[in-house]
């Protein structure tokens, strides 16, 4: 039975992510609905003041150190196998982000742990654990059990409301040295790439075209509407592989994330690899001449039929309304 549960926060650049806040929610759920304590572990620089929002932990572990602008996983592990050790902990969540990716296989095999990769949901019944994973970007889903409640498990991003995991109170918070003790590897220096022109992650209407959209040509199109109902364009993986955009306006599991209020799909058909990074938009139109189009599943509103023949009709209707 686990003694208790701790949440590894993920940040990067002085700003927390979003999964931890997701981590913490349902780290403070299983931890009540279990009878047990939840920690979570902040490290590296202003380490301190982050601490301050994690509330909803029982208790607080701070690895404050103006050295480690970024952790690297050899430290990490190190800190978490320490207080995991110290505190008999059974249920590490991480976040399943580039920044905490490598933590879960290597800490897995110092403690002796199982590694459950990609979950999406965890459920506390009958005194077992089950972690509910993605699969091959949500082509499979696998249900895993444990009796016994012990493991490490990876958090897939938009899995859990982040509020969830937000409280007003202040927690404990324990300082814990920067170890530090024969580490091979060094962090150089954080390289980031050159900042795109929009930044599709902060726009709240996103018009998005696919492989249906015929040709580069044709994106003018999507430009045009985008004059009308403000926001940005973006794309589907097969548009951004062609060059037509470039990379920074890719949505799905191997470009950015979007949460807009509205998200419009031209000529995009829906794999799943695209629907990971917009299905929480808050009202999706989609425009697809395939009936049978994945897309139209997560879809509020479908339109069956040809781009060439929706959309200039949307247009001139808007102008007239303007």
């Given at each position: 039975?686990?003694k208790?549960i701790?949440?590894?926060a993920?940040?990067?650049k002085?700003?927390?992510?979003?999964?931890?806040?997701?981590?913490?929610?349902?780290?403070?759920?299983?931890?009540?609905?279990?009878?047990?304590?939840?920690?979570?572990?902040?490290?590296?620089?202003g380490?301190?003041?982050?601490a301050?929002?994690?509330?909803?932990?029982?208790?607080?572990?701070v690895v404050?150190d103006?050295?480690i602008?970024?952790?690297?996983?050899?430290?990490?592990?190190?800190i978490?196998?320490?207080?995991?050790?110290?505190?008999?902990?059974?249920?590490?969540?991480?976040?399943?982000?580039?920044?905490?990716?490598?933590?879960g296989?290597?800490?897995?095999?110092?403690?002796d742990?199982r590694?459950i990769?990609?979950c999406?949901?965890?459920?506390?019944?009958?005194?077992?654990l089950?972690?509910?994973?993605?699969?091959?970007?949500?082509?499979?889903?696998?249900?895993?059990?444990?009796?016994?409640c012990?493991?490490?498990?990876?958090?897939l991003?938009?899995?859990?409301?982040?509020?969830?995991?937000?409280?007003?109170?202040?927690?404990?918070?324990?300082?814990?040295?920067?170890?530090?003790?024969?580490l091979?590897?060094?962090?150089?220096?954080?390289i980031?790439?050159?900042?795109?022109?929009?930044?599709?992650t902060k726009?709240?209407?996103?018009?998005?075209?696919?492989?249906g959209?015929?040709?580069?040509?044709n994106?003018?199109?999507?430009d045009?509407?985008v004059?009308i109902?403000?926001g940005?364009?973006?794309?589907?993986?097969?548009?951004i592989?062609?060059?037509?955009?470039p990379?920074?306006?890719?949505?799905?599991?191997?470009?950015?994330?979007?949460?807009?209020k509205?998200?419009?799909?031209?000529g995009?058909?829906?794999?799943?690899?695209?629907?990971?990074g917009?299905?929480d938009?808050?009202?999706?139109?989609?425009?697809?001449?395939?009936?049978?189009?994945?897309?139209?599943?997560?879809?509020?509103?479908?339109?069956c039929a040809?781009?060439?023949?929706i959309?200039?009709?949307?247009?001139?209707?808007l102008?007239?309304?303007k």
């Amino acid at each position: 039975m686990s003694k208790g549960i701790l949440v590894l926060a993920d940040h990067t650049k002085e700003v927390i992510t979003d999964v931890s806040y997701e981590m913490l929610g349902i780290g403070r759920k299983l931890a009540d609905s279990m009878n047990q304590p939840l920690y979570s572990l902040i490290i590296g620089d202003g380490a301190e003041k982050f601490a301050s929002g994690f509330g909803i932990a029982d208790k607080v572990f701070v690895v404050a150190d103006k050295k480690i602008e970024i952790a690297i996983p050899e430290l990490i592990v190190q800190i978490l196998k320490k207080i995991v050790t110290e505190n008999d902990i059974s249920l590490i969540l991480v976040a399943g982000t580039n920044i905490s990716s490598g933590v879960g296989p290597l800490l897995a095999a110092k403690l002796d742990y199982r590694f459950i990769h990609f979950c999406k949901n965890l459920i506390y019944e009958n005194g077992e654990l089950m972690a509910t994973s993605q699969l091959f970007g949500g082509k499979i889903f696998s249900e895993t059990v444990l009796n016994d409640c012990k493991g490490i498990f990876s958090i897939l991003p938009g899995s859990f409301p982040a509020e969830a995991g937000k409280a007003s109170r202040f927690p404990e918070i324990i300082d814990i040295p920067h170890p530090d003790d024969g580490l091979k590897i060094k962090f150089k220096a954080f390289i980031e790439p050159e900042a795109g022109d929009v930044d599709v992650t902060k726009e709240s209407i996103l018009v998005s075209v696919g492989r249906g959209i015929g040709s580069s040509d044709n994106i003018s199109i999507a430009d045009e509407l985008v004059e009308i109902i403000g926001g940005a364009v973006c794309a589907s993986r097969p548009i951004i592989d062609q060059g037509w955009l470039p990379l920074s306006r890719q949505i799905g599991k191997s470009g950015m994330i979007v949460k807009p209020k509205l998200y419009m799909a031209l000529g995009i058909s829906g794999a799943p690899e695209h629907i990971e990074g917009m299905k929480d938009a808050e009202l999706i139109i989609a425009v697809n001449k395939d009936s049978a189009a994945p897309i139209f599943n997560v879809a509020q509103y479908g339109i069956c039929a040809d781009i060439d023949d929706i959309v200039p009709m949307l247009i001139d209707k808007l102008k007239e309304r303007k």
